[in-house]
Each structure stands twice: as C-alpha cells, then as structure tokens.
Nanobody, 123 residues
Framework: QVQLVESGGGSVQAGGSLRLSCAAS????????MGWFRQAPGKERVFVAA????????YYADSVKGRFTVSRDNAKNTVYLQMNSLKPEDTAVYYC????????????????WGQGTQVTVSS
C-alpha cells in the first residue's frame, strides 16, 4: 500500500536547523511531484515547498524562501526539507505529499499524504 513516512521533526531554538525526510513506498515515486505543507494549530494546511519529478525545479512559499531547501533522491524514494534559520512562526506539523498532476501549491491537487511530523521552534 501507499506510504509516506515523515521523520526528522523535533524542538529547536530560533535560528537553528532541522532536516525533514519523507520516505515513500507503494507507488512510482519518480513519477510524482512532491510537496511539503505545514499546519499550525487552528490554522489551515498551507504550502511550504515543492519539487518536480526529476528534481530540476523547486518552488517555495515566500515565508520560507532563502531558508528552506527541498530536494529528492529518486533512488532512495525519499524527499527532504532542509530548514535553516528557523523562526517561532515555523512551528507546525509538517506533511509531505505526492501529486502526479495539477498545481504544486494547492493542497487539493496532491494524491497521497504522510502522517506529519511536529516541528517546534522556541524563541
């Protein structure tokens, strides 16, 4: 069955770094664009970053541009999110998602989702 399993979340002080991983199985990983979204308590799930099937193109929300980097390893069926210069407003549950078509930025265009990993940034 399809699985997306995120890892690497945790608690960090402002200015610190974390690297999230998302291991995929049960579908043709290299055929899917991959996205990262986050959801803070009481708020909607929002786009963070996305990467195309080959990894050639990447896209970022303005709020994370220059601080976060998305990458993928199709040989390992894994997508990563390197998060640097973390801020308290980055605190959220982070989800990875896989989509085969549609907008990279729209949560409704993704087909598969992970269970999420908590990131907490303290000031």
């Amino acid at each position: 069955q399809v699985q997306l399993v995120e890892s690497g979340g945790g608690s960090v002080q402002a200015g610190g770094s974390l690297r999230l991983s998302c291991a995929a199985s049960g579908f043709a990983f290299s055929s899917y664009a991959m996205g990262w979204f986050r959801q803070a308590p009481g708020k909607e799930r929002v786009f963070v970053a996305a990467i195309t099937r080959t990894g050639y193109n990447t896209y970022y929300a303005d709020s994370v541009k220059g601080r976060f980097t998305v990458s993928r390893d199709n040989a390992k069926n894994t997508v990563y999110l390197q998060m640097n210069s973390l801020k308290p407003e980055d605190t959220a549950v982070y989800y990875c998602a896989a989509g085969i078509s549609g907008s990279y930025f729209n949560v409704n265009e993704y087909d598969y989702w992970g269970q999420g990993t908590q990131v907490t940034v303290s000031s």
